[in-house]
């Protein structure tokens, strides 16, 4: 493998792991501090991971990559489309890996949504999309410029690959041990009709 894929995927994997990190501290501050002002552990994983976030925040990083490089739109249009973008985006990655994580595990590890106006099954709602918009503005919009100084920082310096390959170790043990040992999340079952 040549040296500049390697250091792409690189870039890539520590992008999932980032903004599975700031996913995790997004659900834990909204849990602690909106919810039930008491510590309430949102993933089945043992580190600090939301794994859909991950996933999320790096299809809108290469997906709006082109659109933040480019000088000649200007910031408000950006920003009005990142925003638009991601609502459909993290609304529909939503509600598939709800069926993805319901076929797999029996349910999903997120609440459901029935008592939210204009949701969906209970997997995806309005709200919750419209407040995704606005975390896709500050993941994209806000974070893109400080997010990849730092990866080039990192190849800069020739260690990014030790990095990502670090991290990797890590987040395998982890995904081992929360398949093996389950943290006793409760996973979703309940099964709701459209409203």
């Known amino acids: ?42 993933e089945f994983f043992r580190g600090p991971i939301c794994p859909i976030y991950g996933i999320g925040g790096l299809i809108l990083f290469l997906l709006f990559r082109p659109l933040m490089e480019d000088k000649k739109v200007s910031d408000f249009i950006k920003l009005i489309i990142v925003y638009i973008i991601t609502f459909l985006v993290a609304s ?7 069926y993805i994580l319901e076929m797999t595990t029996g349910g999903w590890p997120w609440q459901s949504y029935v008592n939210y106006a204009f949701n969906f099954g209970g997997r995806v709602s309005l709200p919750t999309s419209i407040k995704f ?3 896709g503005v500050i993941f994209i919009f806000f974070m893109y410029r400080p997010i990849t100084s730092f990866l080039e920082m990192l190849e800069r310096n020739k260690i990014l690959t030790k990095v990502a390959m670090i991290v990797f170790i890590i987040f395998m043990i982890d995904t081992i041990f929360a398949y ?16």
């Open 1 to 42: 493998m040549n040296k500049s894929l390697k250091n792409e995927i690189s870039k890539m994997f520590l992008l999932f792991i980032f903004y599975s990190f700031i996913g995790w501290v997004y659900e834990i501050a909204y849990e602690t501090f909106l919810e039930h002002w008491t510590f309430m552990p949102r």
């Open 92 to 98: 529909l990655l939503e509600l598939i890996m709800s």
């Open 133 to 135: 918009g606005f975390i």
């Open 180 to 195: 093996i040992i389950p943290t006793g999340v409760k996973l979703n079952v309940t099964r709701t009709k459209f409203i």
